[in-house]
């Protein structure tokens, strides 16, 4: 039919026949016509809709657009012509076949549909469409054929048809051109990230980032070159979308949780029946008391949640790209099993020289064909694969945060802050890399099953003897990865611990220091640490086991399989084809066979993830229907019957509270420590579990906590809080907070730079700060929970006027204070007395006065006690009163054992939460003193130049550029270079038998040439086995013991870099610690040496092998067909180029990843702790806000490095296929000097190359990233030091045996680039007297202690002690004859023992003698364990007091002749300070004793009297004396109600 159609032959199979190939003419006319107009067609109208559904407002024409559309045009014109030409024809009476008409007419039809097309897209983003790419490359690809069938008939002279000859050649031009022209892409102004815009084949090459590349080789990229994500992958619309999803399959978990609830309790309450019956004479109480038992049971641990949710929302918010990346890798895989068809085709034409030479040249383009879209719809697959990955993070990341904004407190004890920052840190990363790799679950098994199908077909059933070995040798890999697991989890619990000693050896750094303690701690670590060493040289060894096993497995299975198959059958002879398809077919199977247990374990590890996320996201939501907020009620606050409890497993800690607050009224709320006053403020907070009852607030709610909550940024950012400026009101609010002197110390005023967790405040700057941010916002009800506890008290005097007080900023508005400074109270509207939280009194000052009752009692107590300082110090502390949930009541009240009470305090939130922020943000209070100091009375610049010494806290260095060659040197000399020798030596041996392999084979399959199949003797037989087994063993040996080499070398480098930082930070001096977060200083410890321990000998590893394996691939090939020389060349230089471009893009992306990450996580668990506040100020839409932005600056960071490692991919594997594609070219054009067994060798080695090409330059830049962390550790190792500990001149033994001080023009100053903070001392304390030091905050106290432990070393003059010079001798020589009893009691986690004595000096004896002395003998004997109780970290489940007495202890126990009090009373109840100061005059009456003092009562017994002033000394003198005549000490004492000595009874 079609014959007549066209009028002439549609197919001749004699034309294939012969080595001059053509195809009729008929048939180049038709099918390979109406092939791509058939594609064209078909997806239109699809196409159209889509533009029509998806379309924006339209762009304005460009030049490339009209190009295009005249180009269109040109082709329309040339369809009419050739239509015009035949109708001409046609009246010239000759027949005219129809095809001449149909076609033309074909193509008119087509070319307007393409015109409406190209005009549609302009209302698209992407202008390109990528269906019209595809219909230009067919109809390109399919037109070849006649273009070359015209030009040989116009060769020949057959010039019948030129007219239409010359018309198709104008046109195929035209199609040439309008393909290169999509290639472009066209910009879109709406859009700025260039992937949206990309043409279809610059988004399959990656082409549009070569210009981020390019950037990036020429300068360090910034976070502002890398492009913004584009509007469907930000965080807002990923996180909406996952949480539509999320809300309804969450509703069915929980409703299966509850069938799985009613179903256990149906049984349990069958099996108590049945018990019942069989023992009546069970009395009713037990059966109650099993009940409560069995309350608490199920109420504790064993809480189910709801799970398998969040498989299923992510499977529903991402289905479409899991679509598309699974038909890619599905096409991907299939045409991998095309490759070894193709090779064996390309055999048997070397092999047969009776083929034409066109199909070789036809062999090796559909080589070339197939290994190209190979490459693309792999490079399609990953891109999408990790898009995924990092959107199913973000998803994840997003969501748990805005869960922690909400979740209930019974949730969240249930978690630690760290624990929630892995939830999102950890766990989401796991997330991440599961998905990326989700379809290798499928994909593995389908080309296990593929390659063994092709196989069969190749050896048949000898293909199971190498299968069974594969198969055997799975379970042993099993077996060692379980034990590796095992050591790794040994491992992890060996770094948790190594990592928790060293975060409390950076808390604690100022306390080791005064004690000389940091070789006992050292020792601890260095403990650890061998363990976790060992661990880690049997997880290398076992790892080179598995290493030696994934090499072995290809060789073992090829010699297996050729030996079964030669020896089971003697007609069966190995000959090239079968040997080269077959070992390409397993090295295919190498890959899915090693990738199967890996994704296996991935998916568990990640199952273990799934579930704690599930727990998190399931919890239950923070329920405050007991608040309820009516804006037109005529009271404040209304408390009607209200019980709260922090657990509803716990009694109520607020009971049965009906309290009215009219607005306006300043209500003081207080009580004993424990009685619930915080726990009343966190009730109308609704922070709390409601029992019954309920309460009414009219407005909004200002928070001040009594643990100030400081976010890292400047004090004017904490100030706003995220309001606007009113500069009036912003001073105003400054002035009333007493903040304005601290602004004028701070450096940079109120753009200092605040610390993680407020680090470089003092506890009064913080909660000033705090009280500032309250009073700022214009709220109606202000809640103040002991505002003035941790401020000197003429600030809170000052204070309680401007701000709190009748005449304050905020009168007219509500204000409940709880307070503990009795002298406030009579200014108060009314005062409420709690007890136990219930409430005990109410009503004014005078009313309760008058009334006698528990306050009137209580009152007359204290104002005994109270020295006239006119601030009883009930508890003068702002840390004590942490344990204020009334959960803990005071410590005196129990008899029970610790242990108990520590249960309890577990309980009180408030607790677990502070705790975690206290213990890192302590050791750096005494840094107040030197900010105080740094800049007195300088006037602020008017420019805005950082003011030196405002940024606090060092930008962390971000290394740019190459990373230096003197780091590898580093790492490298750490290893050792013995051990690299051996290391290369061993994979060059590996490499040589590799290629003595491959050449045995060619030759073993060359026999079949020599020898047919009936006189093959067998001893040529069994030679060919054995030595190919040999050889194939060597490589495996060799492998193993460079492995082995490099385990040992590399430990060996890891315990060298990590015993060189440690010895180096502790030398640092405290100003080193001061500058740098302690989370920087760890991050050395735990990251980078982690990078060094596990990731890097990996990399360094698979470097060396994949270089020498691909130097050897390129030997082989060059000696097979030398030519191939001159195509590696250039070929190698285009991939250098690549590489150093690449290189350079992605370094400095992985470094901004983590640059960007770090903010997340810091962010993250800021608002942890920082909960209550936020929620109180309504403020959880702007952190969401801020959280996303955080997100999404590192999404676009990730997904730029991704997209980095797809645009090498693709480079790479073209240059591969490049390699593939010229070495069978050249087999087929020297095909007569080439065997067949040569083409087998070389191609099949040739194909290997791609993978080892890409895999090299990931390893290139893998061991440059991770070389950063060797970086990052020299930069720490090189710190400089503070004064060697021990120098070759040592004090006498007994010295100092007088205790006598001498100061001469002593001057000190913090850092090189502040003023001087003591400016130039001079005076003599003589032996055993008793100086006590005053001053205002910021005069110079505490930098005096400092001076004399050297902790700052002088800027001029000197200090001598008993006539010797202390800059002269060792560090730890002058500390360990000092004693200091610290401002901050810093307890480390350890035994009680340990805390006292870490050296192991001192016997039981003195020990107990000591702690009797510092009142804590009964109380140590009470405990379980006596001495060997286990103190937790930062001491915690000690009360302060008896942690203030454990620093007592230690004095104690050193009995030297100098002791420094830096007013350890500041945090202690009257009681414990009473017993501290009669102690000290007891047992340190023989001594030198200096007391800095911030209270004057504490010092008024004292010797001597030193007054400091701007670092200077004042006045120095006896208390009598100074009181006397009229200076500063006068005016102080005046100001705290003191006439005369006498006048402070303590």
């Known amino acids: 039919m079609l014959e007549e159609f066209c009028n002439s032959t549609f197919w001749n199979s004699s034309l294939l026949d012969s080595p001059e190939i053509d195809l009729p003419l008929c048939f180049e006319q038709t099918v ?20 029509f559904k998806s ?95 015209l030009i040989r008939a116009l060769l020949k002279g057959n010039s019948s048809n030129l007219a239409y000859s010359c018309l198709f050649f104008i046109s195929y031009a035209v199609h040439i051109l309008i393909l290169i022209l999509s290639a472009f892409s066209e910009k879109n102004a709406s859009s700025n990230n260039p992937s949206t815009t990309a043409s279809f084949l610059s988004n399959i090459t990656f082409s549009w980032y070569d210009s981020v590349v390019l950037k990036g080789y020429r300068r360090a990229l910034t976070l502002e070159d890398v492009w913004d994500v584009d509007e469907e992958s930000k965080t807002k619309t990923l996180v909406s979308n996952f949480e539509k999803h999320m809300t309804g399959e969450l509703q069915k978990a929980r409703q299966a949780l509850q069938r799985r609830r009613q179903k256990s309790s149906q049984r349990n309450s069958e099996a108590r029946l049945h018990g019942i019956n069989k023992s009546q004479s069970q009395s009713q109480d037990i059966l109650v008391l099993e009940e409560t038992k069995k309350k608490k049971k199920e109420s504790g641990n064993t809480k189910d949640f709801p799970r398998s949710w969040l498989v299923k929302t992510l499977f529903k918010t ?43 040249y036809l062999y090796s383009i559909l080589f070339f064909v197939l290994a190209l879209m190979q490459s693309v719809c792999l490079q399609s697959y990953f891109r999408l694969c990790f898009m995924l990955g990092v959107q199913v993070r973000t998803a994840v990341m997003a969501s748990v945060y805005r869960k922690a904004l909400t979740l209930s407190n019974s949730a969240r004890k249930q978690y630690t802050v760290g624990e929630t920052v892995n939830l999102m840190s950890v766990d989401a990363q796991k997330l991440m890399e599961v998905t990326s790799f989700i379809h290798l679950l499928w994909s593995t098994l389908l080309q ?18 190498g299968v069974g070995v594969m198969v055997l040798l799975i379970p042993l890999n099993g ?37 000389a303690w940091e070789p006992s701690f050292r020792g601890q670590v260095h403990e650890l640490r061998k363990k976790e060493l060992k661990n880690l040289l049997t997880y290398s060894q076992l790892q080179s086991l598995t290493i030696f096993l994934l090499y072995i497995t290809p060789v073992l299975v090829s010699v297996i399989t050729f030996s079964v198959y030669v020896l089971v059958d003697s007609n069966n002879i190995l000959d090239a084809e079968k040997a080269f398809t077959s070992i390409t077919l397993f090295n295919i199977l190498r890959f899915p066979l090693g990738m199967l247990p890996m994704v296996i374990s991935s998916v568990l590890q990640a199952s273990v993830s799934t579930e704690r996320l599930e727990k998190y996201l399931g919890g239950d939501d923070l329920d405050t229907s007991a608040i309820r907020h009516d804006s037109n009620f005529d009271k404040a606050v209304q408390f009607s019957k209200a019980s709260f409890t922090w657990n509803l497993d716990l009694e109520a800690t607020i009971r049965d509270v009906t309290l009215d607050i009219m607005p306006g009224q300043l209500v003081a709320v207080v009580g004993t420590v424990g009685s619930g006053k915080s726990s009343l403020m966190s009730a109308m907070l609704g922070e709390m579990e409601n029992i019954h009852g309920h309460i009414t607030i009219k407005g909004t709610i200002a928070y001040v906590p009594q643990q100030s909550w400081i976010q890292n940024g400047t004090i004017k950012d904490n100030i706003l809080f995220g309001s606007e400026l009113d500069e009036k009101k912003y001073q105003q609010v400054l002035e009333a907070c007493a903040l304005l002197p601290d602004l004028e110390i701070l450096p940079g005023g109120d753009l200092a730079e605040i610390g993680e967790k407020g680090i470089n405040l003092s506890g009064g700057q913080k909660q000033r700060i705090s009280l500032a941010r309250a009073t700022y916002q214009n709220s109606d009800i202000y809640i103040l929970d002991d505002p003035l506890s941790a401020v000197d008290a003429h600030v809170g005097r000052h204070i309680f006027n401007k701000v709190l007080g009748p005449s304050g900023l905020l009168k007219g508005k509500t204000r409940l204070l709880v307070t503990h400074s009795i002298h406030f109270l009579p200014q108060v509207d009314e005062i409420v007395v709690l007890g136990n939280g219930t409430i005990l009194e109410k009503g004014s000052y005078s009313a309760l006065m008058a009334k006698k009752g528990v306050f009137a009692k209580n009152l007359k107590t204290f104002i005994k006690q109270t020295e006239p300082e006119g601030e009883a110090t009930v508890n003068d502390s702002s840390e004590e009163e942490d344990d204020d949930s009334g959960l803990i009541p005071n410590i005196e009240e129990i008899p029970e054992d610790v242990a108990s009470l520590n249960t309890k305090r577990e309980n009180s939130l408030r607790r677990t939460i502070s705790c975690s922020s206290r213990s890192k943000g302590r050791h ?40 230096k060659f003197s780091i590898y040197l580093k790492y490298l000399q750490a290893i050792g270079w013995c051990p690299i020798f051996s290391i290369i030596l061993a994979y060059m041996m590996n490499s040589a038998s590799f290629i003595g392999a491959n050449l045995w084979l060619s030759a073993w ?60 930070v502790l030398r640092a001096p405290m100003s080193f610690f001061d500058t740098t977060p302690s989370g920087r200083i760890v991050n050395r410890f735990s990251g980078d040496i982690s990078t060094v321990d596990d990731i890097l000998p990996g990399s360094l590893r698979s470097w060396l092998l994949c270089f020498l394996g691909i130097i050897s691939t390129l030997i082989m090939i060059c000696m097979a067909t030398p030519v191939f020389i001159l195509v590696v060349i250039p070929l190698a230089i285009i991939y250098v180029l690549v590489q150093i471009f690449y290189v350079a893009t992605s370094r400095q992306l992985k470094r901004l990843d983590s640059v960007t990450r770090s903010p997340i996580y810091s962010h993250f668990s800021e608002t942890v702790s920082g909960l209550p506040v936020i929620r109180a100020f309504q403020h959880q839409q702007r952190f969401l806000k801020h959280n996303e932005m955080e997100i999404d600056t590192n999404q676009k960071c990730v997904f730029s490095s991704v997209v980095s490692n797809r645009w090498l991919s693709i480079r790479l594997e073209l240059i591969g296929n490049l390699i593939v594609f010229s070495s069978s070219l050249l087999m087929v054009i020297y095909r007569n000097a080439q065997t067949g067994d040569t083409v087998g060798f070389v191609l099949s080695n040739a194909l290997n190359i791609t993978q080892t090409l890409s895999w090299l330059v990931r390893m290139t830049s893998e061991i440059e990233t991770n070389i950063v962390a060797v970086e990052r550790i020299t930069e720490y190792i090189n710190v400089e030091n503070e004064a060697p500990w021990v120098t070759d001149k040592r004090p006498p033994a007994d010295w100092p045996n007088k205790g006598e001080i001498q100061f001469s023009n002593y001057q000190v100053r913090y850092r090189p680039e502040l003023d001087l903070v003591l400016k130039g001392i001079t005076c003599d304390i003589r032996s055993s007297e008793k100086v006590g030091v005053v001053g205002r905050t910021g005069a110079g106290k505490s930098s005096l202690t400092n ?29 360990e004859k000092l004693t200091i009893i610290p401002q901050d009691p810093i307890l480390f986690s350890g035994s009680l023992r340990m805390n006292l004595d870490p050296f192991n000096n001192y016997s039981d004896e003195e020990i107990w003698k000591a702690l009797e002395l510092s009142h804590l003998k009964s109380f140590v004997a009470g405990l379980q364990h006596g001495l060997s109780h286990e103190v937790t970290e930062g001491g915690d489940n000690l009360s302060i007091g008896q942690r203030q007495l454990l620093c007592l202890g230690r004095a104690l126990l050193r009995k030297s002749k100098i002791l420094i009090m830096d007013e350890a009373t500041a945090a202690v109840d009257l009681e414990t300070d009473h017993l501290i100061q009669t102690t000290i005059q007891n047992e340190f009456s023989h001594c030198t004793v200096i007391t800095i003092a911030h209270r004057l009562h504490t010092i008024m017994d004292s010797d001597k009297v030193m007054v400091l002033d701007n670092g200077q000394i004042v006045e120095y003198g006896s208390p009598e004396e100074l009181l006397k005549n009229p200076g500063p000490f006068y005016y102080m004492a005046k100001e705290a109600g003191i006439e005369n000595v006498n006048s402070t009874t303590l």
């Open 32 to 51: 390979l016509v109406w092939i791509p107009l058939g594609f064209l067609w078909l997806l239109a109208p699809w196409q159209l809709l889509h533009v």
């Open 55 to 149: 379309r924006t407002k339209k762009s304005s024409v460009t030049k490339l657009y009209l190009a295009k559309q005249v180009l269109v045009g040109v082709l329309l014109i040339l369809a009419a012509i050739e239509l015009l030409l035949v109708l001409i024809e046609d009246f010239g009476q000759a027949t005219v076949p129809p095809i001449r008409y149909t076609n033309p007419s074909l193509y008119l039809g087509t070319w307007l549909v393409v015109l409406l097309i190209q005009h549609s897209r302009q209302w698209c983003v992407q202008k390109s469409s990528w269906f019209l790419s595809l219909f230009w490359i067919l109809s390109i690809f399919c037109g070849t054929f006649q273009f070359q069938t």
């Open 318 to 360: 991402f289905y479409t790209i899991l679509l598309k990346s699974f038909l890619l890798k599905l096409v991907h895989d299939v045409l991998v099993f095309v490759n070894p068809v193709v090779l064996k085709l390309l055999i048997i034409f070397a092999n047969d020289p009776s083929m034409y030479v066109w199909t070789g």
């Open 448 to 465: 296990i099953i593929l390659s063994i199908f092709f196989l069969w077909n190749e050896l048949g059933p000898s293909v199971f003897a």
């Open 479 to 515: 077996i060692i990865a379980t034990k590796n697991r095992a050591i790794q989890m040994k491992n992890m619990k060996n770094k948790d611990k190594r990592l928790k000693i060293m975060t409390e050896i950076l808390s604690g750094i100022k306390i080791l220091k005064y004690f």
């Open 924 to 963: 750096l209070k005494s840094l107040k003193n030197s900010l105080k100091t740094q800049n007195v009375r300088r006037k602020p610049k008017e420019e805005e130049i950082l003011v030196k010494g405002q940024k606090l806290i060092k930008k962390e260095l971000m290394e740019t550029g190459k990373v």
């Open 1005 to 1064: 399959t060359n026999d079949s040439k020599t020898f047919n199949s009936t006189n093959y003797p067998a001893s040529q037989r069994d030679l060919r086995v054995g030595v190919y087994g040999a050889l194939g063993l060597a490589q495996g040996v060799f492998v193993l013991l460079a492995n082995l080499c490099c385990a040992h070398g590399t430990i060996h480098a890891a315990n060298i870099l990590h015993r060189k930082l440690l010895n180096n």
């Open 1347 to 1375: 001076c004399l432990f050297r902790i700052l070393e002088a800027a001029g003059g000197q200090i001598t002690i008993d006539g010797i010079d202390i800059a002269s001798i060792g560090l730890h020589d002058l500390r």
